[in-house]
């Protein structure tokens, strides 16, 4: 069976996106793209996290994971990082949102699993 070409990604998507990872990587105390670039383990080059942020590319669900947990969990924050329960509430919230993204097709999963969950009410 042939697969299905996936829709593209609205331009409102990718910006929502984007400000999700600036607000994160802002929030780690990183005022510059190039200064969190430049540490040890970044999971993106500068080049890929400016065009995140701008909206020319978007990250898979796994990219956009693996920077945000990098800019909560792994980076030495930077000065004027909040306080830590600060960015991490900021992390869970970024997440969060990009999973009700049409971008991500959450939502469309939930709803799939919901359609097809068994009754457990009524066993045969």
């Not at 383990?41 to 020319?56: D, F, K, L, V």
């Not at 960015?87 to 970024?94: F, I, M, N, S």
């Amino acid at each position: 069976m042939a697969r299905t070409k996936k829709p593209p990604i609205s331009p409102e998507d990718k910006a929502v996106i984007g400000s999700l990872l600036r607000d994160v990587r802002r929030a780690a105390g990183y005022r510059s793209v190039e200064a969190v670039a430049l540490l040890e383990g970044c999971p993106a080059s500068r080049q890929t996290i400016y065009s995140y942020e701008r909206g020319g590319l978007t990250p898979s669900l796994h990219q956009f994971l693996e920077l945000v947990e990098f800019y909560v969990l792994a980076a030495p924050h930077g000065p004027g990082a909040k306080a830590q329960p600060d960015l991490k509430a900021t992390g869970v919230a970024a997440v969060t949102h990009a999973l009700t993204l049409p971008a991500y097709n959450m939502v469309e999963a939930m709803r799939l699993i919901a359609r097809m969950r068994p009754d457990v009410r009524k066993r045969p």
